[in-house]
C-alpha cells in the first residue's frame, strides 16, 4: 500500500499529542489506513490523486484535536482487580511463612538462616522481578522468539556441566540461589510460545514443526527437569495449539493435523512412562497407593498414608482432631511445609475454610485471568496469556492432587504461596508478564504471516 507524505505529516502530527508512546505505531498505521481508504474513494468518484488526497485530509480534521481527542482513549489499561489478586496472594503467603517460623525446632540455625533469606531476600525480590516484568514489553517474547530457549538451553548445559547432583538432577548453584530443574520447567510454555507464534509464518507446515517442537520439549523435560514439568508443559502447549487451530491461526483445516499431532504426543508420553525406568518405577508404585491407600504405608505409601490421614482429620475450622495409628511427620517437616505440603498443614492446623478460601482466590484469579486473555486483540497477546494462564492452572491441579494424598507426582509449587524460592520468583515473572498484556496488549499488533 503506498502511503504520500502528506499521509506520513498528517499521522506523526496526530501521535505528537498522544502521551503513550507504545500507541504511536498502531495509531499511525489505522490513520493511514484511514486516509487510504477515503483517497480511493474519491479516487473512484473520478477525482485526481492531489485532489482526492487533499479532500481525505479535510475530512479527517485538525490533526492536533483529532490526536488529543486519541490521547484520552490510548492509555495503558492496568487491570487493577488481578493486580491486587495478585498482591495479595503474595502477601499471604508471606504471612504463611512467618507462621512457619514456629515449626523451626529450636537450635536448628541452618534453617532459621534459610527461612530469613526467604522472607528478607527472594520475598523483595521475587516481588522486584514481578514489577520488572510488569513494565516489560511482553512483544519481546514474539520479537525475539529464540533468546528464552537458547537461555534455559544455556543454563542446562552449565547445570550439567558445573551443578549439583540432587534429587536425580543436577541443580545449579549460584551462591544462595540454587536453580532447581523443578523451578526452570516452568519457563519452557513460555518458551514454546514465542516459536509458535514465530512458526506462525508458515501456516499448516509450521503448525505441523510446532508439533514435533513439543515432542521434543518434552523429551528434554523428562531427561533434564521432572514429570511434573513434563505434564505442566503438555497442558499448556496442548490447549494452546487446540485454541490455534480452533481460532485458525495458523490457516483453515487443522483438525487432521491437530489429531495427528496429538497422537505424537501420546505416544511421546506413552513411550516415556513404558521405557523411561526411574518413571516406570515411580508410576507403577504410586499408582497402587492411589487405588490401595493402605498397601506398603512404610514405603511408597508413606507420604500418601500421612497425607491422607491429616485430611481426613481435618475440621471446617481450626486444628484438626489427634491422628491416631499414623505419625504426621510429614506436614510438621518446617522444609516441606514451605513448598510442597502447605495446603495439607493449613487445612489440618487451620481448617478447610482457610486453605478453601485460598483455593478459592486462585479460582478467581484464573478467571478473570481467562476472561481477560480471550478478549485480547492481538494473536500472540491471546498466546502469551493463555500460556502462562494454563501453566499456572496445571501446577494449582498438581498441588491440590498430590495435597489430597493422590500423590502421582512431586508437585511444582502452588503459585504465590508456596516457597520453594526459585519457583517464587518464575511465577512472580510470570505473572508480571502476564499483566504486561493485560496493560498494553490492546495495542499490539501482529506480524502478517509471510
Known sequence: MNVSDAFHRYAEKVCEQIRWKKAHPAVAQEIEDHLTDQKNAYLAAGDSESIAEEKALLQMGDPISVGTALDQTHKPAPQWGIIGLVLLLFVLGGIIQVLLLKTIPAGNDALATRSAQVLFIFLPLSLATFVGMYFLDFSFFGKHPYVLPLGLLMVDLAAHLFGVFYGGKRWLILGSFALSPLALSLLFPLAFCGLFYRLRSQ????????????????????????????LTFVFSAGILMLIAAKKEWFGKKNQTILLLLFLLVVVCLIVLLMFYAPFRYQFAFRARTIFLPNSDVAGDGYVPAQLRAAIS?????????????ISPILIEIPGMLRSDYLLTYLTYHYGWAVSGGLVLLLAVFLGLGFRKALKQKSIFGQMVSLTILCTFMAEILLYILANLGLWLIAPIALPFLSYGTMQLLFNMALAGVLLSVFRTGEVYRDTAPH
Open 203 to 230: 501456516g499448516r507446515k509450521g503448525y505441523l514443526i510446532s508439533g514435533v517442537l513439543a515432542a521434543v520439549f518434552c523429551l528434554f523435560l523428562s531427561y533434564c527437569h521432572t514429570f511434573s514439568g513434563v
Open 313 to 325: 482429620h481435618s475440621v471446617f475450622l481450626g486444628k484438626g482432631k489427634d491422628i491416631v495409628g
